[in-house]
Nanobody, 125 residues
Framework: QVQLVESGGGAVQAGGSLRLSCVAS????????MAWFRQAPGKERAIVAV????????YYTDSVKGRFTLSRGVGKVAVTLQMNSLKPDDTAVYYC??????????????????WGKGTQVTVSS
């Protein structure tokens, strides 16, 4: 089992920035990918970005490309999601997740075994 602790989030105006962090502990050897998903009210949980642990390869959903940056934390099993140029459509609960390195399904929530509790991001216009 992997435990995930998220931090960051909050409320900003459109155009602002926020940084989310996720620190993993426990059976970290099982981590193939670390990902951020988000879920807006009335919508399904959707992929935001994914970090492939062994080589640092990243994936971003189209709507955040050029605005969000996912990077590895230094000295610990962690990732940081830097979110710039935030838009009201980015408003959601953001969840950190870990799972195996599945090349076919890494963008699916079902691929991820361990989840954080979520952190709220609110962007006002």
């Amino acid at each position: 089992q992997v435990q995930l602790v998220e931090s960051g989030g909050g409320a900003v105006q459109a155009g602002g920035s926020l940084r989310l962090s996720c620190v993993a502990s426990g059976h970290i050897f099982s981590i193939g990918r670390m990902a951020w998903f988000r879920q807006a009210p009335g919508k399904e949980r959707a992929i935001v970005a994914v970090y492939r642990w062994y080589d640092g390869d990243t994936y971003y959903t189209d709507s955040v490309k050029g605005r969000f940056t996912l990077s590895r934390g230094v000295g610990k099993v962690a990732v940081t999601l830097q979110m710039n140029s935030l838009k009201p459509d980015d408003t959601a609960v953001y969840y950190c997740a870990t799972g195996p390195n599945n090349e076919l399904h890494y963008r699916r929530a079902s691929n991820y075994v361990n989840w954080g509790k979520g952190t709220q991001v609110t962007v006002s216009s």
